[in-house]
């Protein structure tokens, strides 16, 4: 069961109004995790999509990258002064929506939490991951295509 | 033509270790896929290569067979071997390993299907000739008190989905039986997504007894022999050996071709076991279940046969002939395994996680010890309490449990509460001493 943008709308108004500070919703299809922003929210209070959609069974358009939901991945770890984007989950990492296409993002470009990063597949799912994080891109850690393990560095960004 | 060079170890704690030694003794290589919480366990240090294929708990990480797969492939393996519980027996598993060209090293994904389905695997036995206990599905407009009549009392609501003691309810009256059918198909729908149930005689002073049994590609199949398990708790096995104690040889000799005649009927393939009851006060017994995985009690098999089911596992994956017949398989001595649970006893058995200050099993050159764990090592409080199997083997019996309960005496382990005790006096016991106890009895001696 694809998730779609306005599933995903539906469910943060929902959180929105009311009182829970934070949800997890694991299916077959899917696991959501949102959590609402606190007062600090820079710090803690970032709200997190996790989510998995199937792409058309071919790879074409209808579950891209952007009609599904994103997860972010944790932005964790200050070396100096540099935040980490570590992958969500294992499975193949692709800079770009598709071969010969731009990638989402390089060195040297600004991006905001929901900025999409990379796909991660796993076995023909495709994951869009967002940033997590405000900043410019310092470094792409993982080779495009490579397979990264859960929770390995992919992004490093100097914060803003 | 031998297709696997190297291999993706889906499992973790001794298990998981247990695999890559066989492999590094093959000659193949190994990836284990773990969690984020055995990151640094042995296994994953032993290996060729490690990748961390989710978060600890078991549900993102070792049950799901996608990143399974996906790691595999990424890793280029060629085969996956499963261990025992989490993936071992998924269907799923198996047949997403065939669609992507990955050897699974267990049996075809139909025969684990059947297998799964309890129900299924009943109806075949019997076809097979096999005897089964009485039983029948009971569909959500019967009346499960008719059906009971029938089958009589006490009895078993199980699971179709279940098995491996899991979905299983005991009803001793009409009255029971009704209020436990309709908890346990809404409890068999949330746990196996699978409402089906169905009842069966319960045995009263039975014992549990399986054979081991190997099959090639190539149509042949073997048995190496039986296990006793009948120390159980809570239908979880405690303590295992081979010989079965006191067997009958006309039974031993039943409940093997039986065990063959089994899996050749249903087209079995690699390593399984054919679970069996059997009733102490007629000497009958009956078809339980066949489990398509290694089982945790395995060398108990290994120190009597002289065989290593695991290497035998993968040989066999390979699409190589079995190498030996029936009458190649002899029998040396007697062994038993205690396994040794991270628990507290005296609290119910609560499982006990924690870190291990100490940890060291001693020497012995009949003891053989399959542990992930050493000292300084973390039991994670996200899977079983299995800390590790202790296999004693000698020429007697009571010479095996000698062997057992001086290394369970001699063990130093702090830092967690284990069931040491409890395995020592079991091991010490007049009833264990005087051969087969039955499968309610160590529920009964620890009260």
Redesign the interface.
């Given at each position: 069961m694809p998730l779609s943008d306005d599933d995903v709308r539906e469910i943060l108004r929902i959180i929105d109004e009311s009182d829970l500070a934070e949800l997890q919703i694991?299916t077959e299809a899917f696991?959501l995790y949102v959590r609402k922003g606190g007062g600090d929210a820079e710090a803690s209070g970032r709200p997190r999509v996790r989510s998995v959609t199937e792409r058309g069974r071919t790879g074409q358009a209808s579950g891209g990258p952007e009609a599904s939901a994103s997860p972010s991945a944790p932005a964790t770890g200050d070396n100096d002064g540099l935040a980490t984007i570590t992958a969500p989950?294992?499975?193949?990492f692709y800079r770009a929506e598709a071969p010969g296409k731009p990638p989402f993002v390089d060195v040297g470009q600004r991006v905001e939490p929901d900025t999409i990063v990379c796909i991660i597949?796993?076995?023909k799912?495709m994951n869009s991951v967002t940033a997590g994080v405000s900043g410019t891109i310092v470094k792409v850690v993982p080779k495009n295509a490579?397979?990264v393990?859960?929770?390995?560095p992919l992004f490093e960004v100097e914060p803003a | 033509m031998k297709r696997i060079k190297r291999v993706f170890v889906a499992n973790r704690g001794e298990i998981a270790l247990r695999i890559v030694n066989a492999c590094q003794e093959l000659g193949l290589e190994t990836v284990v896929g773990t969690s984020e919480a055995d990151r640094n366990g042995l296994a994953a240090r032993e290996a060729d290569r490690a990748v961390t294929i989710g978060p600890a708990p078991a549900s993102e990480s070792y049950l799901r067979e996608d990143l399974v797969v996906q790691a595999a492939l990424g890793t280029h393996c060629d085969a996956i071997h499963p261990g025992y519980g989490f993936l071992s027996e998924s269907p799923k598993l198996a047949a997403r390993a065939h669609e992507n060209g990955l050897i699974f090293i267990g049996p075809p994904p139909e025969v684990i299907e059947l297998s799964g389905d309890k129900l299924r695997a009943r109806e075949e036995a019997a076809r097979a000739g096999v005897p089964v206990l009485p039983g029948k599905e009971i569909a959500p407009d019967d009346d499960p008190r008719k059906a009971g009549d029938e089958i009589g009392y006490p009895l078993l609501v199980k699971a179709a989905g279940g098995g491996g003691g899991r979905g299983i309810k005991l009803a001793r009256d009409p009255e029971q039986l009704g209020n436990l059918v309709s908890l346990a198909r809404s409890e068999a729908g949330a746990a196996f997504g699978d409402e089906r149930v169905y009842l069966e005689r319960f045995v009263v002073g039975a014992r549990h007894v399986e054979v081991q049994i190997a099959a090639d590609e190539h149509g042949a199949i073997v048995h190496l022999g039986e296990r006793d398990c009948s120390v159980q708790r809570r239908y979880q096995k405690v303590i295992e050996e081979a010989p079965a104690p006191d067997l009958e040889p006309a039974t031993r000799n039943a409940l093997t071709a039986e065990a063959v005649a089994f899996a050749n009927a249903i087209g079995y393939r690699n390593l399984g076991t054919v679970e069996f009851v059997l009733d102490v006060d007629t000497g009958r017994h009956f078809f339980l279940e066949v489990n398509c995985r290694i089982q945790v009690e395995h060398p108990v098999t290994e120190a009597v046969t002289g065989r290593d089911l695991v290497k035998l596992q993968i040989h066999v994956a390979d699409g190589e002939p079995l190498g030996f017949t029936q009458s190649d398989v002899v029998f040396d001595g007697h062994a038993i395994e205690c396994r040794l649970n991270a628990e507290d006893v005296a609290r119910g058995f609560m499982p006990s996680p924690g870190t291990l200050s100490l940890f060291a099993v001693p020497e012995n050159l009949h003891l053989r010890v399959d542990t992930a764990l050493c000292a300084g090592a973390t039991i994670p409080p996200y899977y079983d309490s299995l800390m590790a199997k202790l296999i004693g083997h000698a020429e007697g019996r009571d010479a095996a449990i000698d062997v057992l309960q001086e290394a369970l005496e001699e063990l130093d382990v702090e830092g967690v509460e284990t069931n040491r005790m409890l395995l020592i006096s079991v091991l010490g016991h007049d009833d264990f001493h005087r051969g087969a106890v039955t499968t309610d009895w160590l529920e009964r001696a620890i009260v």
């Open positions: 694991d696991s989950m294992l499975g193949t597949e796993v076995m799912m490579e397979l393990e859960y929770g390995q | -």
